[in-house]
């Protein structure tokens, strides 16, 4: 039986990735040495970075004006890195509440400016992402601040909000490289990894050159994307052994067709989820229709008392971690590009099988 592993993150990576780790592990490219063991300070290294780099840029077509950070830190850095780099003294900071995510950057941000929430919508208990017509964009503000995939609430983003010259800054953790970006919209575009890029450990920042200025006073050296840029992510030693895994599956969705191709996948993989769940009375699933997240899809089964049986027969079928967040509870399919049409495929044979037995 092929299990499938629907975790929201650290998530499912390409078996072809997973087994090119495991036998080029011991002695890479005849160096004698594995890659955890290589000096970062070594061409070797440097060519992996660089590697890493040109592919990631031809990806999602970055622009030269540019530039990419790897950075130790995980998404929930950037809450911080983001006001401290970008506030350049101004005390007003923009920022949408679409969700959880989007909510704890707000949390954060509110440690260095004035935030204010121009759009939310915690009174539809984060069911569908407002309207930009209903936004209150302030037009002195530093920045705007959104999450452009909820990986909890599962809301996505299928437009991109227009700011005017007011930089926007997105989290796009959660479905970071599943289908093609226009990255010359953005000011700054930040993802963790462990979602839809490569083990735990790196979060990567893409910047808009002018965006790269001194940062506030007390920032700490570590998170000054100017000077993060300026030493080629190198300030201190960065996580190589993940930045060599993300490398590999960049050159995997390369191998796939790219990003078109990633995103008929995924456009696939969730109609077929999302269409069983929509003629099912057994399961629902709560977000509107135009703001379903091709990533991470929220269910819950109409009678909670048979959670518990069925995350545990689930897990006999190979279908594991399909347990909710515990905030919205339920049950959560992540379906990133690294998830095969099968796995998706095998969910919706035995939740269809459960219902009948249990509906
Ligand atoms: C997982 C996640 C985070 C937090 O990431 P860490 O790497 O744990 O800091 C932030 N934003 C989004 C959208 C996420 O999915």
């Known amino acids: 039986m092929r299990s499938f592993n629907f975790s929201a993150g650290p998530a499912t990576l390409p078996s072809e990735v997973i087994y090119q780790v495991?036998?080029?592990?011991?002695?890479?490219?005849?160096?004698?040495?594995?890659?955890?063991?290589?000096?970062?300070?070594?061409?070797?290294?440097?060519?992996?970075?660089?590697?890493?780099?040109?592919?990631?840029?031809?990806?999602?077509?970055?622009?030269?004006?540019?530039?990419?950070?790897?950075?130790?830190?995980?998404?929930?850095?950037?809450?911080?890195m983001v006001p401290l780099n970008l506030l350049q003294g101004n005390t007003r900071a923009d920022y949408i509440e679409t969700g959880y995510w989007s909510y704890r950057a707000i949390e954060e941000g509110r440690r260095y400016c004035n935030v204010n929430i121009a759009a939310s919508n915690r009174i539809d208990r984060y069911c569908a992402i407002p309207e930009q017509s209903e936004w209150r964009l302030d037009p002195k503000a530093a920045y705007v601040h959104y999450c452009s995939n909820e990986t909890i609430d599962g809301l996505e983003f299928f437009w991109i909000p227009d700011t005017g010259s007011v930089p926007l800054v997105v989290d796009m953790s959660s479905?970071?490289?599943?289908?093609?970006?226009?990255?010359?919209?953005?000011?700054?575009?930040?993802?963790?990894?462990?979602?839809?890029?490569?083990?735990?450990?790196?979060?990567?920042?893409?910047?808009?050159?002018?965006?790269?200025?001194?940062?506030?006073?007390?920032?700490?050296?570590?998170?000054?994307?100017?000077?993060?840029?300026?030493?080629?992510?190198?300030?201190?030693?960065?996580?190589?052994?993940?930045?060599?895994?993300?490398?590999?599956?960049?050159?995997?969705?390369?191998?796939?067709?790219?990003?078109?191709?990633?995103?008929?996948?995924?456009?696939?993989?969730?109609?077929?989820?999302?269409?069983?769940?929509?003629?099912?009375?057994?399961?629902?699933?709560?977000?509107?229709?135009?703001?379903?997240?091709?990533?991470?899809?929220p269910f819950h089964l109409r009678e909670p008392a048979l959670d518990e049986v069925f995350l545990k027969e689930a897990d006999q079928h190979g279908l594991h971690q399909l347990r909710g967040h515990r905030v919205v509870g339920g049950m959560r399919a992540s379906i990133y590009n690294a998830m095969p049409v099968e796995g998706v495929k095998a969910l919706v044979t035995f939740m269809a099988d459960f219902e009948r037995r249990y509906g």
Request: glycine letters at 8%; hydrophobic letters at 40%.
């Open 22 to 80: 495991q036998q080029e592990l011991p002695d890479w490219r005849g160096t004698g040495m594995s890659v955890m063991e290589l000096s970062h300070r070594s061409p070797e290294f440097g060519g992996i970075l660089s590697q890493a780099e040109v592919d990631l840029r031809e990806l999602l077509s970055i622009p030269d004006h540019y530039r990419i950070v790897f950075c130790q830190e995980g998404a929930s850095a950037h809450w911080d």
């Open 175 to 297: 479905h970071f490289l599943s289908r093609p970006v226009d990255v010359s919209r953005f000011g700054l575009i930040y993802a963790g990894a462990q979602k839809n890029i490569g083990p735990a450990g790196l979060s990567i920042a893409i910047i808009r050159d002018d965006l790269l200025k001194q940062s506030a006073p007390g920032t700490p050296f570590l998170m000054d994307y100017h000077s993060q840029a300026h030493a080629h992510s190198m300030l201190n030693t960065p996580p190589t052994f993940t930045i060599w895994v993300a490398g590999l599956v960049f050159q995997w969705i390369k191998r796939q067709g790219g990003l078109a191709v990633m995103e008929q996948r995924n456009v696939d993989k969730a109609a077929l989820l999302y269409d069983f769940l929509d003629h099912s009375g057994f399961y629902r699933s709560q977000v509107k229709r135009e703001d379903r997240s091709r990533m991470n899809v």
